[in-house]
């Protein structure tokens, strides 16, 4: 079975801190994605990376980066956390070869900004 | 661009009567469709998915979905439901393997005892 861990289920920080959220799977996939899932919008697409060092704009990208430095392994940086920011983050990878056919998400990251 | 309404945000239903979710979608190109669904306090699991050929496609734990073309929509059903698909069920659509995934709003789908 394909398993993506996100570092914590629950964080709470305060304006102004650099908050580091972490993912990691399991399955040697190339793709990975951050969403932000907040009532009434859906699910709407921060960052993706196809590969080791390579990453992309989603639809959000304001306020945020990432780093990609292992396969495994993508991490999304609120640089500066503000009180919008508070949400559900939600990590994602998929099947190489597949493109974004069937993503595989973690349980999710809940952030709170006070 | 592409875009997916999901028009009901909570749909209540009877355990064991039968349930639709609603999916319409729009785009100028042809599509892949998926359904999601997030039980509660997990992450998002493929439920089903419509690439190409049949229209009715069945998913996971009885559910499946018509592709209509014509009405450029993507239901989700099941005939009798259950205490455990109580849950969140997302909609999503793309142009194409390698292109981006829109998701819709969601519907969270409340079974009653």
């Known amino acids: 079975d394909v398993k993506v861990t996100q570092s914590s289920r629950y964080l709470v920080k305060r304006t102004g801190e650099k908050v580091f959220l972490e993912c990691v799977q399991d399955?040697?996939?190339?793709?990975m994605f951050w969403y932000r899932q907040d009532p009434g919008l859906g699910l709407r697409l921060i960052y993706f990376s196809y590969d080791v060092k390579m990453k992309e704009k989603g639809d959000i990208p304001e306020g945020y980066s990432v780093s990609r430095e292992k396969k495994e392994r993508f991490s999304l940086i609120l640089e500066s956390a503000s009180t919008n920011q508070t949400s559900m983050y939600l990590c994602?990878?998929?099947?190489?070869?597949?493109?974004?056919?069937?993503?595989?998400f973690g349980p999710g990251t809940r952030l709170t900004v006070l | 661009a592409q875009s997916v309404t999901q028009l009901d945000s909570q749909v209540p239903v009877f355990e064991e009567a039968p349930v639709e979710l609603r999916c319409n979608y729009s785009?100028?190109?042809?599509?892949?469709l998926f359904w999601y669904v997030q039980y509660p306090n997990q992450g998002l699991q493929l439920l089903l998915k419509?690439?190409?050929?049949?229209?009715l496609v069945k998913g996971i734990n009885g559910f499946e979905a018509e592709f209509n073309k014509s009405q450029t929509s993507f239901h989700l059903r099941k005939p009798s439901v259950h205490i455990s698909d109580t849950a969140e069920y997302f909609c999503?659509?793309?142009?194409?393997?390698?292109?981006?995934?829109?998701f819709g709003t969601g519907t969270k789908l409340q079974v009653i005892p």
């Open positions: 785009s100028s190109v042809s599509v892949y």
């Open positions: 999503a659509v793309s142009r194409g393997g390698y292109q981006k995934v829109t």
């Open positions: 419509y690439l190409s050929g049949s229209t």
């Open positions: 399955m040697d996939h190339e793709n």
């Open positions: 994602a990878s998929s099947i190489p070869g597949q493109g974004w056919i069937e993503q595989f």
